[in-house]
C-alpha cells in the first residue's frame, strides 16, 4: 500500500517519484486533447489544491472519471512528478482513482463560481468545502489552540465551569430557560410556574457568562481561565451579536486592574502572532480576498502598545469632537458602539483601552474606586469590531459588595456561596472575558459574525 499523504504535508515535503495515495473532493475537472484530464483536489488540510493528471490508462477513466465533477469524493493512487505548470511544483499522475461519491452537478449546491456569503448560509453544512470558509474552520481552530498555547505558557489552569447554571452572571435577565417541564401543560402556584416541579428543583439557565465560578476556582488556584459556549437571549441582530457564541475568560488572584489589561493586551497580540506565524496561506486569503488592509491593521495592532484612556477621558474627547453622533454623549450613560467606534478607528486608529466607568452602567461585581463614582472595569476595543473584551477587579470587600448587590435588588441568599468568597480568605483579583468569534473576525476580516461559527445560533435561526 502507498503511503497516504494529506495535501498539506505533501506540498511541504513533495516526495518526487514516490507512489502516494491522496483522499479529497473535486473542485475541478478540466479535459484536455489527448485523452487525458486535470482534476483539482482538495482535502481540507489547506488552501491549495492538487493537480491531478488522469489519462485512459486509467481502468475507469471513461466510465467514471470522465463523470467527475465538483464536489464528488474520491481517492487518488499516483505518482507524484514535478509539476510543468506555473503556480506549482508537483502534481500527481494518477494509477487508480477511486470514487467514494458522487455529487450530482444539478443538484450539489455549490458550484465552481463563487459564492456569497449570504447564499454560503443557507448551506452552513456545506459551506466549510469552500475556500474562504475552509479558512475560516481552519483559523478558528488554529486561535483556539493559540488560546490554551498562551495560558499554558504563563501557568493558568483551565476550568470548566457549567453550562447550566442558577446564577445570572450579570444580574439581569436575557437567558435561555433550561427545563425538562412539559410545556403544553405547566405545573402552576398561584398563576405562575412552579419551578420546584422542575429537574433541578428551581429555575435554570443556559449560562452567559462562566466568571462567577472562575472566581472561586481563581481563589483557590491563583490563575485560572475558562473557554466555552456562552448563551445570550438578546433579540440583538447585528453582524457581531450571536446567541450561542464561545467566550475565554481569565481570572487571576492577586491582580490588580494594570495587571489585568496587561494580560489582556499580551492575550490578543499572542493571538494575533500566532496567525501570522503559522496561518500564512489562510491569512494571505483573507488579506487578498477579504479585507484589504489586513495585514497592516494587524502588523500596527501587534507593534502599537494599545491605547489607554478612562471613560471620563473618553467622554471628553467626544463632546469636543465635531463630529455628528446620533446619540448625545453625556458622562454617565453607556458608549453606543458610535462613540466606541469613533475613538478607535478615527482618534487612536487602533486598539483601544478604556477604563474606569461610572458605576451605575456596570455590574455589581465591579471594584469600587475611591471616587466612588467609578468601578475598576476595562473595555478593549478593536478598529471595525468594537467591543473584544470586557473586564474588571471584581469587588473583594465584603461589605462593599453586599451593599452594592442590595442596592440593585439582588438576592443576597442566592448569592450566598460568592459572598463566601469574601468571608473566608478574600484577596484583590480580576479577569476579563473575550469573545471568540469577534478575534476570528478581527485577524480574517470577515464582516459577519454568522461567517466565523460553524453553525450559527442567532434569533429565528438555529439550523444545522
Ligand atoms: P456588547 O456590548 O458588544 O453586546 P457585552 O458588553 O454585552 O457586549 P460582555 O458581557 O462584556 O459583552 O461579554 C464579554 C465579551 O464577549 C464581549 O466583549 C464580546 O467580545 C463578547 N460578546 C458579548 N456578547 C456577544 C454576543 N452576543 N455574540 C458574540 N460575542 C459576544
Ligand atoms: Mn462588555
Not at 459564492?115 to 466549510?128: A, N, Q
Not at 479558512?135 to 453550562?163: D, K, M
Not at 440583538?236 to 451579536?241: C, D, I, V, W, Y
Not at 457564541?245 to 494580560?263: H, K, R, S, T, V
Amino acid at each position: 500500500m502507498p503511503p497516504s499523504y494529506r495535501i498539506n504535508n505533501l506540498l511541504a515535503e513533495k516526495p518526487l517519484d514516490t507512489e502516494i495515495t491522496v483522499t479529497g473532493w473535486v473542485r475541478t475537472r478540466r479535459d484536455a486533447k489527448g485523452n487525458f484530464s486535470f482534476l483539482e483536489i482538495n482535502d481540507g488540510s489547506c488552501l491549495a489544491n492538487l493537480q491531478v493528471i488522469a489519462d485512459d490508462s486509467i481502468p475507469n477513466y471513461d466510465t467514471e472519471v470522465l463523470r467527475l465533477t465538483t464536489g464528488c469524493a474520491a481517492s487518488i493512487t499516483g505518482m507524484v512528478i514535478a509539476s510543468p505548470a506555473k503556480g506549482q511544483e508537483i502534481e500527481l499522475k494518477a494509477t487508480t482513482i477511486t470514487v467514494t461519491g458522487w455529487a450530482d452537478p444539478k443538484s450539489y449546491p455549490l458550484q465552481k463560481k463563487r459564492h456569497s456569503f449570504e447564499y454560503l448560509r443557507t448551506v452552513p453544512h456545506l459551506r466549510p468545502r469552500t475556500n474562504s470558509l475552509g479558512a475560516v474552520a481552519r483559523l478558528r481552530g488554529a486561535l483556539s489552540f493559540a488560546c490554551h498555547e498562551f495560558f499554558n505558557q504563563r501557568g493558568f489552569v483551565q476550568i470548566h465551569t457549567p453550562v447550566i447554571t442558577t446564577s445570572d452572571c450579570e444580574g439581569a435577565g436575557e437567558m435561555f430557560t433550561t427545563t425538562n417541564l412539559d410545556l403544553d401543560n405547566l405545573p402552576t402556584t398561584a398563576g405562575k410556574v412552579d419551578y420546584q416541579q422542575d429537574f433541578f428543583g428551581r429555575r435554570a439557565a443556559l449560562t452567559v457568562s462562566g466568571q462567577l465560578e472562575a472566581e472561586a476556582y481563581a481563589l483557590a488556584l491563583g490563575n485560572v481561565y475558562t473557554f466555552g459556549p456562552t448563551f445570550r437571549a438578546e433579540n440583538s441582530n447585528t453582524s457581531r451579536h450571536l446567541a450561542e457564541f464561545w467566550m475565554i475568560e481569565p481570572e487571576m488572584a492577586f491582580c490588580d486592574l494594570n495587571g489585568n489589561i496587561d494580560l489582556a493586551e499580551a492575550f490578543i497580540k499572542h493571538l494575533l502572532q500566532y496567525v501570522v506565524d503559522n496561518c500564512q496561506e489562510d491569512f494571505d486569503l483573507f488579506c487578498r480576498f477579504i479585507e484589504k488592509n489586513l495585514a497592516t491593521k494587524i502588523h500596527n495592532a501587534l507593534t502599537t502598545p494599545f491605547a489607554r484612556i478612562t471613560y471620563t477621558e473618553a467622554v471628553e474627547q467626544l463632546r469636543k469632537s465635531k463630529h455628528k453622533f446620533t446619540f448625545p454623549v453625556q458622562w454617565g450613560t453607556d458608549l453606543q458602539s458610535e462613540h466606541e467606534r469613533y475613538l478607535c478607528e478615527d482618534v487612536v486608529g487602533g486598539p483601544l483601552v478604556v477604563s474606569d466607568y461610572p458605576k451605575e452602567i456596570k455590574p455589581f461585581y465591579m471594584r469600587a474606586n475611591d471616587d466612588n463614582k467609578t468601578v475598576a472595569a476595562m473595555d478593549i476595543l478593536l478598529p471595525g469590531i468594537g467591543e473584544i473584551i470586557g473586564g474588571s477587579q471584581r469587588e473583594e470587600r465584603l461589605d462593599l459588595l453586599v451593599a452594592r448587590m442590595t442596592e440593585q435588588g439582588l438576592d443576597l441568599d442566592e448569592y450566598s456561596w460568592y459572598l463566601d468568597l469574601r468571608r473566608y480568605g478574600s484577596a484583590p483579583h480580576s479577569g476579563f472575558g473575550l469573545g471568540f468569534e469577534r478575534i476570528i473576525q478581527f485577524v480574517s476580516g470577515m464582516g459577519n459574525i454568522r461567517d466565523v461559527i460553524p453553525f450559527p445560533r442567532t434569533p429565528g435561526s438555529a439550523t444545522s
